[in-house]
């Protein structure tokens, strides 16, 4: 009687607290990573579908026979280990070309990079332009055009180095004519990517520390090692890292380019793997070569990441 005479008094009914996990699961969902790890589930889903599934599953063929009906566990990589040559002089290729394409990119991008900033307004617009179109067109087109250019008995650089006096070059018929074209050629389409990555970390780095450095005194090599360099590390490592990841392979230049010639001295651990796996029809056999490639990208992948991480600390 007390509660109803308070009530028609006027006094405000009292409302039921919100329950609590129902609170819990409101402010679960209004988290900012929660809405981002939604967004996100789609991508999982394909890097799931496209990539982890297809790992697996090639680990699953490589410890298959020919057949591919008879588990044979460790025997295809002991045989690629001990009883095939052709196998070291793949990773020696493999490696070799991973180096060289990723020194010379960011050799050349660097330099370039830092050229350009040199020129005039409109001649830096105009040459950005040119020189991002090596990276832009299909790299397919690119190789089919240099191998024109290489062709032994049509190819214009032969051409030019006859009317100086240099005799003919046969470009992909020799080992090391051929595995220079696939560095030239690999270079050329990648160092744009280099260039437009290092001219946005030269303009992160502050030019107050350039003009302290010439009051100082300092030379522009003191200028590159002491302000550019130290500023841009982790831009050039992370650059560097991800096209030591795209480039281990260079399927496409290789592939179209040599072909894996001369007697597989320019074929990679991605050409060989098709060659082996898909044109001879031993798929386990290039499924265990495809594999070799994931503990040479991880060794380089440790080192550059920590090498960064450990600068970083430093600084």
């Not at 460790?74 to 290729?93: H, I, Q």
């Not at 950005?128 to 032994?152: E, Q, Y």
């Not at 595995?179 to 270079?187: D, F, L, M, T």
Request: proline share 6%; charged share 15%.
């Amino acid at each position: 009687m007390a509660e109803t005479g308070a009530y028609l008094a006027g006094a405000k009914p009292t409302t039921r607290a919100i329950s609590k996990p129902s609170s819990k699961l409101n402010r679960f969902l209004g988290r900012t990573s929660t809405i981002a790890f939604f967004m996100t589930l789609p991508l999982m889903f394909v890097m799931a579908t496209l990539v982890i599934y297809p790992a697996f599953y090639s680990v699953r063929l490589a410890m298959l026979d020919r057949p591919m009906v008879n588990f044979v566990g460790l025997d295809n990589f002991s045989f690629l280990l001990f009883r095939k040559p052709t196998f070291w002089r793949v990773v020696y290729n493999s490696v070799l070309f991973a180096v060289s394409f990723v020194i010379c990119k960011a050799f050349f991008g660097f330099v370039i990079a830092h050229l350009l900033p040199n020129l005039p307004a409109k001649a830096q617009r105009g040459w950005r332009a040119a020189l991002l179109i090596p990276w832009v067109i299909p790299p397919a087109m690119s190789v089919l055009a240099w191998l024109w250019l290489f062709d032994p008995s049509f190819s214009a650089l032969n051409w030019v180095l006859k009317r100086v006096g240099v005799g003919p070059v046969f470009w992909l018929g020799e080992v090391t004519w051929a595995r220079s074209a696939v560095i030239i050629v690999k270079v050329w389409i990648g160092a744009p990517f280099f260039m437009v990555m290092y001219l946005a970390a030269l303009k992160s780095v502050p030019e107050q520390l350039y003009e302290a450095a010439e009051i100082d005194g300092a030379t522009w090599w003191q200028k590159l090692r002491f302000v550019t360099l130290p500023m841009t590390r982790h831009i050039i490592a992370i650059t560097m890292l991800f096209s030591l990841i795209v480039s281990s392979g260079a399927f496409n230049v290789i592939q179209i380019l040599t072909n894996g010639g001369p007697q597989n001295q320019t074929d990679t651990l991605a050409t060989w793997a098709f060659r082996v796996g898909l044109v001879s029809g031993d798929i386990p056999l290039g499924a265990s070569i495809s594999l070799f490639t994931l503990p040479i990208l991880a060794l380089a992948a440790i080192f550059i990441l920590r090498n960064v991480r450990e600068r970083g600390s430093e600084a």
